[in-house]
């Protein structure tokens, strides 16, 4: 017979997963703190009278493209690090696969803080709202891509719930859809491309909400095992 996730063999041959979480989750701690570098002072050419709130206030407007930009950044990659985390929770071990699926998570992660620099930078042209939602698309396929790796070798405990699977398979459809849609926006209006990444918080509340009221019908309780942002 085969060995599976939960066998004792599988348990004591995988290496565990804790230098892989501890790596994860220092490179995230680091992207997010770069990510604040790009908010930058008005410089004193830009306000007319030091004094003025006006004038303070009039320079700061002229950044909120920054602000916008970092402000997006910094919640997805804090969604990203809760699916991250969702994922690994059921990992009984690690391979080598599986680290490297890891990295490439890691690698979209890294990446954001220049993606996100650049959408600050250039707001309202459509190439770097494209760049910014195609870090935004490889961050969630390299997440989902790890889960299935990671079932597929049999390195998940337990087995999921069907249900809450599909959940997380609602949550990085919508996520793509949002990136989709965004990415052939940009070319017609780039605030309407921007606000089409809203969907990234609303799904999964959308998905938990629906998944809730249909649980109690099938006598089951839907927990927070699916990945997906």
């Not at 004094?51 to 950044?63: F, K, V």
């Not at 052939?184 to 998905?207: D, E, F, G, Q």
Request: proline share 5%; hydrophobic share 50%.
């Amino acid at each position: 017979m085969p060995a599976t996730a939960d066998s004792p063999r599988r348990r004591d041959d995988l290496p565990g997963v804790e230098r892989l979480l501890g790596l994860s989750d220092g490179v995230v701690a680091i992207a997010l703190t770069l990510l604040v570098l790009q908010l930058k002072l008005p410089a004193g050419a830009q306000v007319t009278d030091p004094r003025s709130a006006a004038d303070l206030a009039a320079a700061l407007a002229r950044q909120g493209g920054q602000l916008t930009s970092y402000v997006i950044s910094f919640y997805v990659i804090a969604v990203f690090w809760l699916a991250h985390h969702r994922v690994f929770r059921r990992a009984a071990g690690h391979d080598e696969g599986l680290a490297w699926w890891n990295f490439a998570f890691l690698f979209t992660i890294t990446v954001m803080p220049f993606t996100s620099s650049l959408l600050g930078e250039y707001s309202d042209n459509p190439l770097s709202i494209d760049i910014f939602a195609a870090n935004l698309l490889l961050a969630t396929l390299a997440t989902q891509a790890t889960l299935i790796y990671g079932q597929r070798r049999e390195v998940m405990t337990g087995q999921p719930d069907p249900r809450a699977m599909r959940m997380g398979l609602v949550r990085v459809a919508a996520v793509v859809v949002a990136v989709a849609l965004s990415g052939a926006l940009a070319w017609v209006n780039t605030s309407a491309a921007k606000y089409c990444w809203l969907l990234i918080a609303i799904a999964p509340w959308a998905a938990n909400r629906w998944y809730a009221r249909r649980a109690p019908v099938a006598g089951t309780h839907v927990t927070g095992t699916g990945t997906g942002p």
